[in-house]
């Protein structure tokens, strides 16, 4: 299985709803990631969790709190969210967070589509 | 600081010629890894073609191969025989080191259409 699920596909949020995005990998991976990205844009990195805990946060605001449960789980919480966070969420994982092995591909999602009102 | 320059927002390639889609970055370091992503329009992001910065041979996968060359910091990606699935929008991108803590940096991607 080399393949990184998410859900929803897509999401409509109005601006005082609590909602959550979820990502599942089962390769053994221990690094996962979410990115925000919007149309013709690079991915914008968010968050990193390595071993389950976060390692990177890219002073995301505070509406949008990652929860990684286990090694093969990573959620995104939202909550208070503006119209400029309608984007795509994308999730990645990676093998090993370390440097010993030569290279460290991230294997992205399909994505949410995510619309705030 | 990590940059990543692609200066070509778009670019047309007719089916079965050959494309190429210029990628320049700017790194200090000496050991690092830079990677072709693709996105078609489906939106799920899929990696072409990797290459380590201390192999001298230049990556290939198929229909896919780099032109690397590490002194002008320049890693452009040939496409041959160009297919209509390959129409999607394609980010070069650079890893300062394996580990999770060395981030993707991304350049500003650029769409390429294949023309039937």
């Known amino acids: 299985d080399t393949e990184v699920t998410q859900t929803p596909k897509h999401l409509v949020m109005g601006m005082t709803n609590k909602k959550s995005l979820k990502c599942e990998q089962h390769?053994?991976?221990?690094?996962m990631y979410w990115y925000k990205q919007k149309a013709k844009k690079p991915p914008e990195l968010m968050f990193v969790y390595s071993y389950e805990k976060l390692s990177i946060n890219e002073s995301v605001p505070s509406r949008f709190s990652p929860e990684c449960p286990n090694s093969s789980l990573l959620n995104l919480h939202l909550h208070a969210l503006q119209p400029e966070d309608s984007a795509l969420y994308l999730c990645?994982?990676?093998?090993?967070?370390?440097?010993?092995?030569?290279?460290?591909?991230?294997?992205f999602g399909p994505g949410t589509r995510l619309t705030v009102l | 600081a990590q940059t990543v320059t692609q200066s070509q927002p778009e670019m047309s390639v007719q089916e079965a010629e050959t494309v190429t889609l210029s990628c320049t970055y700017d790194?200090?370091?000496?050991?690092?890894?830079l990677f072709w992503y693709k996105q078609p329009p489906s939106r799920q992001m899929i990696l072409v073609i990797r290459q380590e910065a201390y192999k001298q041979q230049n990556a290939t996968e198929n229909r896919f191969s780099v032109n690397f060359q590490k002194a002008a910091k320049s890693f452009s990606l040939k496409i041959s025989d160009s297919q209509l699935g390959d129409t999607a929008m394609y980010f070069c991108?650079?890893?300062?080191?394996?580990?999770?803590?060395?981030?993707?940096?991304f350049g500003k991607g650029i769409t390429l259409s294949v023309r039937p």
């Open positions: 990645a994982s990676s093998q090993d967070p370390s440097e010993v092995i030569s290279y460290n591909e991230q294997f």
């Open positions: 790194t200090s370091e000496n050991n690092y890894y």
């Open positions: 390769m053994g991976h221990r690094a």
């Open positions: 991108a650079f890893m300062k080191h394996a580990g999770a803590n060395s981030k993707l940096t």
